[in-house]
């Protein structure tokens, strides 16, 4: 089979590209598992067929109107945005649909694992971090720092370590950068109010 015949070339981008468009875009917004593209070919189609049915009423006011004739540019700009656009507005709508209670009650959540549930809403915190041998970091979680989501292995950026004495940040560390902490050191994190 010779995927390049124009007829096969157009079946793979009409069925195919909306679809990856859309998982790729979902998979920015909310961090998950990375699967191969091979195995998310079924789902591509599924999620392009889901777009024009979708556009259908929108699809069909237009083919029965002149503007193929009459705006051929138009006409043009239109199937771009089925083809591309739309599958980022569904997948941004979709992230918005998830993010309601119904939806919460009856599915699971969107983001998978609590660590890029706290840190994707980019909050200022205090931190005290509890290590694996007992020791302890602390410091402050702000504009600065970075957390890892996933499908990367859980790591902390703090950019200014502090003093633990008697479980509270007294000071910060003089001429310190920051500390990074990796997630399989970590047993338990501690988030405290920061008001910036």
Sequence with gaps: MDIWQADKLFLFIAFVIPGFISIKCYQLFIPGVVRNAADQV??????????????????FA?????????????YGMFYVMVLLVGPVIWALVWKWMRSWQVFQKNAPHPTAKPWDFVFQQRKPYWIIVHLKGGGKLGGLYGRRSFASSAPAPEQIYLEQEWIIENGALVRAVESSAGVLVSGSEIVHIEFRQCHF
Aim: hydrophobic share 60%; charged share 10%; aromatic share 16%.
């Design 42 to 59: 079924v789902d591509a189609i599924a999620y392009s067929c889901i777009n024009y049915a979708l556009f259908l009423w929108l699809i």
């Design 62 to 74: 237009v083919e029965a109107s002149t503007l193929r004739t009459v705006h051929p540019f138009l």
